[in-house]
């Protein structure tokens, strides 16, 4: 039997710091921070977790995972203060080896104290099978969290190796099968760039300066055991309110300029492009189609709009509707993910040649992260601008969708700018990256 109960928090900016910092250091933390800044959740610890067995299925095993919680749950009165965090797996985990461990088949925590924050309150949520410490969930939460000292500022020394000259000869490898197959519109190719320290990164500063340099964007943070995955991704997969949805098609893009002229003719260059116009078009209307049979009153704008974050700004076409009273958030996301702006078009064609051209496992990156309450309402972001990070190590993923128009060379200026989010978290931490190529 689950038990659970809610108080109201108001906490200075240090104890929100030293709160995070402690929950750094259990084996489950959680973060999701939506863009727009209207919700947030902190997942400390975890009274269960679960991980998918397949991508194709990890959708309905979630939901199932998630059905039976809420059958324990001794009352109904919390459903909307309680939710499970995690994320899902971009595609079913294919190689022998890859850097994700315990991550590869997606990862969900029903946290042991959930910390809410929406426009019109704070809680924290205390959740156990047990029976509660202490009648105070403050007291109960401050013994929970180790006791750490204060997080010591880490130097050190970054190196890098990516592969770019090989990632923009896939690239011209998928533009020729673009231009020669007529069934395929678009593919979107991801690299890597292996960052490693000359000692262990500090997960604390990374989440600072992910608050301190990456606004306006969604923030997410899983923290399993010495792994640490975090995105700063703009990009919303599907929020559902009751039987409200909001989704989004988002594709094409161009640089950022700090002069404000600069920006804004970039912007409207962007906004003029055909071939980053096709590019999202191919989103939009995918979207559209499968997204009919699950919802009524679809409003889908004909124009697109710009998604500024700060190293990058996107074509960006909101969309909502409403469900239709079978379906639910997951069914949501498994008819949505991967869309044509992380997978390709058509998928069955693009998915393949993702898995034969990439040479890293996707992991976490690109696919659904979010969180769903007892009541089923939930946000899903696309975690894109990601890494995952081991102790001296991160590996960082950036990706690009690919047109038959598509210059190989720009692809490969594209997916720098869409390493930079975090790379400035690591070279906040420690100063210069030098690069070996
Ligand atoms: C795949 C990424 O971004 C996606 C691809 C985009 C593009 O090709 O222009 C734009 C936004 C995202 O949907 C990434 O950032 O890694």
Known sequence: MLQA?????????????????????????????????QAAWYGFGAVATFTPTSATTAFQEVATWLAGLQQ????????????????????TFSQQHNAWGDLANGYFILP????????????LVELTRNNFASDDSLV????????????????GHLNSTEQAAVWQQAVQQVVQRLQTDPHLQKVVL???????????????????????????VYHLVLKVADQLFISATPERLVAV????????????????????????????????????????????????????????????????????????QHLYTPITAQLRPTVDLFKVVAALHPTPALGGQPSVSALPLIRQLESEYRGLFGAPFGYVTF????????AIRSMLVQQRQALLFAGA??????????????????????????????GDISNEK
């Open 140 to 155: 109960d939460f401050e013994k929970f969290l180790p006791m750490v000292a204060a997080v010591q500022v880490t130097n």
């Open 5 to 37: 109960r809610k108080t109201a928090i108001s906490w200075t900016q240090a104890q929100w710091q030293d709160f995070e910092n402690r929950g750094l250091q259990l084996e489950h933390y959680a973060v999701f921070e939506s863009a727009d800044q």
């Open 190 to 216: 991801a690299r890597t760039l292996q960052v490693t320290n000359t000692q262990p990164f500090s997960n604390a500063h990374l989440l600072r300066a992910l608050r301190q340099t990456q606004t306006a």
């Open 112 to 123: 042991r104290f959930l910390v809410k924050r929406t426009s019109t309150e704070t809680a």
């Open 375 to 382: 009541a089923g309402d939930g946000e899903f972001a696309v």
């Open 241 to 312: 309110t009751g039987k409200r949805l909001a989704t989004a098609a988002v594709a094409g893009t161009a640089a950022r300029a700090a002069d404000l002229q600069v920006d804004t003719a970039l912007g409207a260059a962007l906004l003029h492009d055909q071939k980053n116009r096709v590019e999202q078009q191919i989103v939009v209307q995918e979207i559209q189609r499968r997204l009919q049979p699950l919802v009524t009153n679809l409003v889908i704008p004909a124009q697109p709009q710009l998604l500024k974050s700060q190293q990058v």
């Open 72 to 91: 324990e749950l001794a009352t109904t009165a919390l459903r909307q203060d309680l939710a499970i965090l995690g994320g899902f797996a971009f595609t």
């Open 401 to 430: 969708g690919i047109v038959a128009a598509s210059q190989p060379a720009a692809e490969v200026r594209e997916t720098a700018l869409k390493f930079q989010p975090m790379l400035q978290l690591l070279q906040q931490q420690v």
